[in-house]
């Protein structure tokens, strides 16, 4: 175990100690094998009961909740957050892997189906990274329940990293089980940050605990849960007829976000290096509706980030010279304005600006 790690056991321990929480009882007692609801190796979801301080359950959560279950999968992928470096906090990242969320969103949606007033659904995600001595385990711990038709994500524990073979002690005197820390007796963590988005706030006081506003057609009917919805990037248009499944709108991730996602996959040791390079080049021949400038932008920042090579920039900047450019909404002149400046700002060369006048003036 690292110094980091040591550290981090050492500040949780304290602030479980220090932490004034009225609704909650810390219960950091892991349950048996028997009382999961979902088990798969070291990941597993189970119910757990909600405890005011004085020891009776209190029944106050919108449980139980039948949820989509590909919009909920959506609203978690919403969520961020920075880990702390040598050099302060990194770039922002999912806090779920696509491949956890393809594997975990379907039995937490599963969960709020069987959870009582009293109970909150508790995840702990596991899976491993690296290989040979480099090999680790990482773990996500945290607490999800519902009020107010509002998702309450509380965390613990983000892309912990753990040694493997570690036997039943390490040489800090850390168990197995103590890799778990209960999301409800911690406030922050010194070692990461949540990232709020738009629709994502903080409970008061807390800095791990993210309460996310759900639109209505998140929640369906009982009747109704589990059947497949369509998904698309634009609302179909369909007749009203009655018992037509209903449409959802899922954001799109940007190419940078893709490119991030899918270099964690490899990371991880989830997909090949071959499954990759096909992957970067799918997502690099995507088209996004931005301007020629903005794309250039996107690509430029792609480069300097370490996402993408030279010949990767190269190759995708003939793909965007290819593009055919509506010179009857825009007068040409515009067009070629826009091209002068790529061309001044480093975007292009002058072969390039050459190469894309003489293209445009012919289909003029």
């Given at each position: ?35 999961n ?151 922050r ?24 506003d ?23 248009v ?13 954001p ?66 003939k ?29 292009i ?16």
């Amino acid at each position: 175990m690292s110094f980091k790690h040591v550290l981090l056991f050492v500040v949780l321990s304290v602030a479980a100690g220090c932490t004034n929480l009225n609704s909650f009882v810390k219960n950091n007692q892991a349950q048996g094998q028997g009382d999961n609801i979902f088990n798969q190796g070291k990941t597993y979801i189970r119910l757990k009961e909600v405890k005011s301080t004085k020891g009776a359950s209190k029944a106050f959560l919108d449980h139980p909740k039948y949820l989509n279950k590909d919009v909920l999968s959506s609203a978690l992928a919403t969520i961020y957050f920075k880990e702390k470096g040598i050099t302060g906090f990194g770039k922002e990242h999912n806090v779920f892997l696509e491949s956890e969320l393809f594997n975990l969103a379907p039995h937490i949606a599963d969960a709020f189906t069987k959870a009582s007033p009293s109970q909150y659904i508790l995840v702990n995600s596991n899976y491993n990274i690296g290989k040979g001595l480099f090999k680790s385990e990482v773990y996500t711990v945290c607490g999800l329940f519902i009020s107010n038709n509002k998702l309450n994500v509380v965390f613990s524990r983000i892309r912990y990293e753990d040694l493997e073979d570690k036997g039943s002690d390490n040489v800090f005197g850390e168990t197995v089980d103590e890799t778990f820390v209960d999301p409800f007796s911690i406030t922050r963590n010194p070692f990461w940050q949540i990232i709020p988005r738009p629709d994502q706030k903080f409970k008061k006081g807390h800095e791990n605990w993210l309460i996310i506003d759900l639109k209505q057609d998140t929640f369906v009917k009982k009747e109704d849960y589990g059947k497949k919805v369509t998904l698309t990037d634009k609302p179909a248009v369909t007749n009203a007829t009655i018992g037509t499944p209903s449409t959802v709108t899922l954001p799109k991730m940007s190419i940078k976000d893709q490119l991030l996602e899918l270099k964690e996959l490899e990371e991880t040791g989830l997909i090949t290096r071959e499954d990759y390079g096909l992957r970067k080049a799918l997502i690099l021949g995507s088209k996004q509706e931005k301007s020629i400038k903005n794309k250039f932008i996107d690509l430029r920042k792609l480069k300097e980030g370490g996402f993408i090579s030279g010949i990767d920039y190269d190759h995708k900047k003939k793909d965007l010279l290819e593009e055919h450019d509506d010179t009857k909404e825009r007068n040409i002149k515009e067009v070629l304005a826009e091209y002068l400046e790529l061309r001044d700002e480093g975007f292009i060369t002058d072969e390039d600006y050459d190469y894309k006048k003489k293209k445009l003036l012919k289909d003029f």
